[in-house]
């Protein structure tokens, strides 16, 4: 069996420093998004993304990040999923990065969350693929299926439906932004003496400290 305790690295000593933040920490936030692209990383852009319903019970699963500007973070979902639910229970969550090159960082973002504009589910529901518009729009997302003949039938359904061409997107899927009030950078050092940052949004602005790793 894996000995996890024995699993270590050493993440070198780039320094992440006080001087070289930018005031708004989404720049820094693209310059790091870019550099794990860069580094040929599959799906730098995905994100853990955790939100907690009304019952307190916290949920985390993995999404993708499809939009980024000044309104904040732009992910896509089916509006009677799981974590729609919770969004629409406690609309506080919170979204974590992690990219292993071109060197150890973690980007940790929470916030507010509210619904996309129907405009930008809709351009984005276009640009998809015919056989993904299908998946999205015909899956019951969260709730239990038989087996996974049950799950192509309702997908058949709607292709039968819209044949040819795009299909519609349903009022039931759509796109999410989460309106950062805190980011966190996290960068890896020698000796477990990484350097952290943390950004909260201010009145005007935002204030930047230094936090303990």
Same mark, same amino acid.
């Given at each position: 069996?894996?000995?996890?305790?024995?699993?270590?690295?050493?993440?070198?000593?780039?320094?992440?420093?006080?001087?070289?933040?930018?005031?708004?920490?989404?720049?820094?936030? $693209?310059?790091?998004?870019?550099?794990?692209?860069?580094?040929?990383?599959?799906?730098?852009?995905?994100?853990?993304?955790?939100?907690?319903?009304?019952?307190?019970?916290?949920?985390?699963?993995?999404?993708?990040?499809?939009?980024?500007?000044?309104?904040?973070?732009?992910?896509?979902?089916?509006?009677?999923?799981?974590?729609?639910?919770?969004?629409?229970?406690?609309? $506080?969550?919170?979204?974590?990065?992690?990219?292993?090159?071109?060197?150890?960082?973690?980007?940790?973002?929470?916030?507010?969350?509210?619904?996309?504009?129907?405009?930008?589910?809709?351009?984005?529901?276009?640009?998809?693929?015919?056989?993904?518009?299908?998946?999205?729009?015909?899956?019951?997302?969260?709730?239990?299926?038989?087996?996974?003949?049950?799950?192509?039938?309702?997908?058949?359904?709607?292709?039968?439906?819209?044949?040819?061409?795009?299909?519609?997107?349903?009022?039931?899927?759509?796109?999410?932004?989460?309106?950062?009030?805190?980011?966190?950078?996290?960068?890896?050092?020698?000796?477990?003496?990484?350097?952290?940052?943390?950004?909260?949004?201010?009145?005007?602005?935002?204030?930047?400290?230094?936090?303990?790793?």
């Amino acid at each position: 069996m894996t000995d996890f305790r024995a699993m270590r690295r050493e993440y070198g000593d780039a320094p992440l420093q006080r001087r070289d933040l930018p005031a708004d920490p989404l720049v820094l936030f $693209r310059d790091w998004l870019h550099a794990a692209e860069g580094a040929g990383l599959i799906e730098p852009n995905a994100m853990a993304l955790a939100t907690c319903g009304e019952d307190g019970q916290p949920a985390c699963r993995i999404v993708l990040l499809k939009g980024l500007d000044d309104s904040g973070l732009t992910f896509f979902t089916n509006y009677e999923s799981d974590k729609a639910r919770q969004i629409e229970g406690n609309a $506080r969550a919170a979204a974590t990065f992690w990219w292993s090159l071109p060197r150890p960082r973690q980007v940790r973002i929470a916030g507010t969350v509210s619904k996309a504009p129907d405009s930008v589910s809709d351009a984005y529901f276009r640009s998809r693929p015919r056989e993904a518009q299908l998946a999205s729009a015909g899956s019951p997302q969260s709730r239990i299926v038989h087996d996974r003949e049950e799950l192509q039938a309702h997908v058949q359904r709607l292709a039968d439906k819209h044949p040819i061409g795009p299909v519609p997107r349903p009022a039931h899927w759509g796109g999410y932004v989460l309106q950062p009030v805190t980011v966190e950078f996290w960068q890896g050092r020698d000796h477990r003496l990484h350097d952290r940052f943390r950004y909260t949004r201010a009145t005007e602005g935002w204030r930047i400290d230094r936090v303990a790793p």
